[in-house]
């Protein structure tokens, strides 16, 4: 174990001195706010349900409650979500579309996890949901980042034996902390956190996101059946599209466009917002290429003949004469000559 801390330190020092400059501040921030937990009561940094409803309005739990950690394994796992996130959704979004995700998803964490409690009081008239609860941790950030990585790795695969691919992980994850809320060994705010943090990031991701195609991805890898079981998907798809339709109505989400460009190269090409352009012209590309090579290989096996060697073929019949024409002499007034096409010789005597 002591010889296993120091390498363990080195490479922890190179990912973080390799990392930008807001994976380096929400790591410090993580640090700090955990070390000042010893000295003051912190809990005024972690969402209660009711006191950001007037009349508190503590607004600032909604941006520090993600960063509150009271335990250092829950310090280990915040640490490690950043410094997976500025690993792999860094380099394809940028330093600050991963500060914007991160602020989206806690702040959704925030409000959605309060409501759910007030709603809780209101069905129950317990005290405890509203003053009691604390959300808090870097669970709801740990949702969304698996989500967006879902998106953009899904196909990767985990463990080989069982063979676990990334598309599956959030919905593992929750059953496994379902489980062990049902055992009660899990607090119910980070079971909130994690759930609605797979819930707003998805959101995002799907209809809000902004990049250099548009906004949004309505792959349908990504649609949200997708992230259940194939035999519970058509039940969810329908649900889902419900939703969705109800949802375009009242102008929260915006309905799928579809452009048709009919002066493109191919007769019609339908685009969706949040596709990949790029993907489609390669698959054109190699669609293209297999076409050519079997086009040439067809040229190969039929070779037309030249004009050149018909002119020379049709030259040479005018020279030499017809076999007929050479044998119409008269019998009996001579022998006809040989012609030089043909020759004519005798056959050996049967033995």
Not at 116 to 141: D, E
Request: proline share 6%; with cysteine; net charge neutral.
């Amino acid at each position: 174990m002591q010889r296993a801390l120091p390498g363990a330190r080195q490479h922890l020092g190179a990912i973080l001195a390799s990392a930008s400059v807001v994976v380096k501040a929400l790591c410090a921030v993580v640090l700090f706010l955990y070390l000042l937990s010893f000295a003051v009561d912190t809990d005024c940094l972690a969402v209660t349900p009711g006191y950001l409803f007037p009349p508190n309005f503590w607004i600032w739990t909604l941006a520090t409650h993600g960063l509150m950690e009271q335990h250092v394994w829950d310090v280990a796992i915040s640490l490690a979500t950043v410094v997976v996130a500025g690993r792999l959704l860094e380099p394809l979004w940028g330093a600050l579309e991963l500060l914007i995700f991160f602020s989206v998803v806690n702040v959704s964490v925030g409000l959605l996890g309060a409501f759910a409690y007030l709603l809780t009081y209101m069905a129950s008239f317990n005290l405890v949901y509203l003053f009691t609860i604390r959300i808090h941790g870097a669970l709801g950030f740990l949702g969304g980042v698996l989500v967006a990585l879902k998106q953009t790795m899904g196909d990767c695969v985990v463990l080989r034996v069982p063979q676990v691919r990334v598309s599956v992980v959030p919905m593992l994850l929750l059953a496994l902390l379902l489980l062990l809320r049902l055992a009660t060994l899990l607090q119910s705010p980070a079971l909130a956190s994690y759930g609605f943090g797979l819930l707003s990031s998805w959101v995002y991701l799907r209809f809000y996101q902004r990049h250099s195609r548009g906004r949004g991805d309505m792959a349908d890898h990504f649609a949200f059946a997708t992230f259940f079981p194939e035999i519970l998907q058509p039940v969810v798809g329908l649900l889902a599209n419900l939703v969705h339709g109800l949802l375009v109505k009242v102008k929260i989400c915006q309905k799928t466009v579809k452009r048709y460009d009919v002066g493109a190269p191919s007769s019609i090409t339908i685009s969706l917002p949040g596709t990949d352009p790029q993907d489609a012209e390669r698959r054109r590309q190699l669609a293209l290429k297999a076409l050519n090579e079997r086009l040439k290989k067809v040229e190969d096996q039929s070779v037309w003949p030249s004009m050149d060697d018909d002119e020379e073929e049709a030259g040479a019949k005018k020279d030499s004469p017809l076999p007929s024409e050479k044998a119409s002499t008269p019998t009996g007034k001579g022998t006809a000559p040989e012609s030089s096409l043909i020759t004519f010789e005798a056959s050996p005597p049967k033995l």
